[in-house]
């Protein structure tokens, strides 16, 4: 089962891109990449996924490298509300997700 | 759309006493994900059930345990609680079928310290 390594922390000024790296050398062919973020103990909330391409909505962008052995979620205009743990997710069989330790992002005025 | 439902949402228990704790799922929901959250180990995958039944478990001893009803709806068991077990407990539901894509939408949880 694939696994992921983040920063622990990183810190982001307020309106600017915050740029949140994940290693995930193990991933499989057919294994997606998720991230969600969690606030203050409050349940996860889905931000993106992909497989191989790049994925951008409302909320973020998602780069995956070519060889798919990292990724980097991009929040392209960080709020005060952004403030969170970021979880780089890659989705086993079954809806099992290895969440990992997350970064946590301090977004500062 | 109502969220999935987790209850209660807060409980405090002691040593050797026995937990059970539910989850409604979105409607149309029928995979339902448990898993525990604490300080020292994060989020850990406890189990996943697909129409009554359990498709996946994590690496947790056999006092963890769980089952999911005709409407989609699960419980979780703990029995002979250990202090170790106080960790905030989350339910999540998923429309996913046999494929491997698709979000999890999760509860707010339920917070269980165990004295």
């Known amino acids: 089962d694939a696994k992921t390594t983040q920063p622990t922390s990183m810190d982001c000024a307020e309106g600017r891109a915050a740029n949140l790296p994940c290693n995930h050398s193990?991933?499989?062919?057919?294994?997606?990449v998720y991230w969600y973020r969690q606030i203050h103990s409050q349940g996860p909330q889905y931000i993106i996924h992909?497989?191989?391409n790049n994925e951008t909505n409302e909320m973020a962008s998602l780069i995956i490298t070519e060889d798919r052995k990292s990724s980097t979620l991009i929040l392209p205009h960080a709020t005060l509300r952004d403030t969170a743990v970021y979880y780089c997710?890659?989705?086993?069989?079954?809806?099992?997700?290895?969440f990992g330790s997350g970064t946590k992002l301090n977004v500062k005025p | 759309k109502a969220g999935v439902t987790q209850t209660p949402r807060y409980l405090i228990k002691t040593r050797g006493q026995q937990v059970t704790l539910s989850c409604s799922p979105i409607s149309g929901h029928r995979s339902v994900s448990w898993y525990q959250q604490t300080p020292g180990q994060g989020l850990q995958f406890l189990f996943e059930?697909?129409?009554?039944?359990?498709?996946n478990k994590g690496n947790f001893p056999g006092r963890f345990s769980g089952r999911q009803f005709s409407n989609s709806r699960s419980e979780m068991n703990v029995s002979t609680l250990e202090l170790g077990d106080s960790a905030l407990y989350l339910c999540a539901s998923s429309t996913t079928g046999l494929s491997n894509t698709g979000e999890l939408f999760f509860g707010e949880g339920s917070r269980l310290t165990v004295l």
């Open positions: 992909g497989l191989k």
């Open positions: 997710i890659v989705r086993a069989r079954f809806n099992k997700f290895y």
């Open positions: 193990t991933i499989s062919g057919n294994e997606y």
């Open positions: 059930y697909f129409s009554e039944t359990q498709r």
